[in-house]
């Protein structure tokens, strides 16, 4: 049976992790990889708004063929679409819960993963093995360890995890931190409150939806509630800063509560 896990949390403009230090981040730091997959993820420009500095386009993860759209906000250019590639092959064991992926659709279902993206552990969203980059190899659940910034992680060549630096300069870019939250997430897709429309404006082209997370007892939650992204910024062992959007509030909130490296969560990739 399907649970719905609703948590009260304290508004605040940060990326969080497991404790109440929200003020720590890293400094960008160039990337040491020397290389890795032959890739053309570029991004083609397709649009742009001149009286909000966006401008929209695509790019293709040559991994998989899989076509992305693209926002350049400010001076940032993400993905407006979660990351949906399948981290399989890396076996998952976490206290008797077993997987042969540590990427996973919400519910088990492919069609959650068309829709939402893929949900991974902070290790697979860091690629702790070294797959494609050795900037984030041997992070995971506890495991303290020190990456190179920018950690290309899961993402595909050319784009990288953000850390949480980056995620605070795409709220303030977007307005502030009560505002932020309203403004990037998608118009439609987020459940109603108490009969009141919980949908975003997205106004930024950001288009962040409710995909919902999964905890490490296999369990998928909050579908439709709550959009939950990680960050390549470490807490400490078993915790990592993570950014969090729910249908209760227009701000970016505190999310103390499910920023374990173990849970599911999701991608979204920022161009180097």
């Known amino acids: 049976m399907k649970k719905i896990f609703m948590a009260l949390c304290m508004v605040a403009f940060a990326v969080v992790g497991c404790g109440d230090d929200e003020s720590w981040s890293p400094s960008a730091r160039p990337n040491d990889e020397p290389g890795g997959e032959s890739s053309s993820s570029g991004v083609t420009p397709q649009s742009s708004d001149s009286e909000t500095s966006v401008s929209t386009g695509t790019m293709t993860d040559s991994r998989d063929g899989q076509t992305y759209r693209t926002v350049k906000i400010g001076t940032q250019t993400w993905m407006a679409e979660n990351l949906n590639y399948a981290y399989t092959g890396i076996p998952y064991n976490y206290d008797g ?7 996973w659709c919400y519910d088990n279902d492919p069609a959650n993963c068309t829709k939402y993206g893929r949900l991974y552990t902070w290790a697979a969203a860091m690629d702790s093995v070294g797959k494609w980059s050795t900037n984030g190899k041997g992070c995971g659940y ?19 995890l953000p850390d949480s630096t980056e995620w605070n300069t795409l709220i303030t870019t ?3 931190k009560f505002t ?19 949908n975003g404006t997205d106004a930024f ?6 995909a919902g997370y999964r905890r490490s007892d296999e369990y998928f939650f909050n579908e439709g509630y709550n959009a939950d992204f990680w960050s390549s910024t470490e807490f400490d062992g ?8 729910d249908y209760f509030s227009g701000a970016f909130l505190s999310a103390s509560y499910n920023s374990c490296m173990d849970d599911g969560f999701s991608v979204r990739c920022l161009k180097d």
Do not use: I, Q
Request: glycine content about 12%; some cysteine; overall charge neutral.
């Open 97 to 103: 819960s077993t997987s042969d992926s540590t990427s």
């Open 142 to 160: 506890y495991k303290a360890c020190y990456p190179t910034y920018p950690v290309r992680g899961v993402c595909p060549k050319g784009w990288h």
């Open 174 to 176: 977007v307005g502030d």
């Open 180 to 198: 932020a939250g309203t403004a990037l997430k998608s118009t439609s897709g987020w459940n109603d409150l108490g009969g009141e429309s919980r």
């Open 205 to 210: 082209g950001f288009s962040a939806l409710p």
């Open 238 to 245: 078993d915790c990592a800063y993570s950014m969090h959007l």
